[in-house]
């Protein structure tokens, strides 16, 4: 599927950056709103769990991290994805700008 790819490339490049780069939450909000319309065609098919599932990959999750990795990493994943969920439900307003502020 070309638009999960799509999400996995951009989260890796994320993630890479992650450490160093401290608008990050920025660009995430960003890569949503301009594929705005490859993630309303995966929430009208029930398939919106892809991006978190891009998500917890984009941060290396594996069933096998110890207890306190496994747990940063969800907790991460989880936390900006049900923020791009909510963002996403309300139309995208405010701006990936605000929404990084917010956050």
Known sequence: MLHIDLAHHHFK???DKWQNDADAIYQIFTFFYKQKEIIEILYRNDLEHLLLSSLLESLEYRDNDGLTSSLAKK??????????DEWYLRGMKP?????????
């Open 75 to 84: 907790s991460l994943a989880y936390l900006l994805f049900v923020w791009c």
């Open 13 to 15: 490049k994320l993630k």
């Open 95 to 103: 701006s990936p700008e605000k929404m990084a502020a917010l956050f």
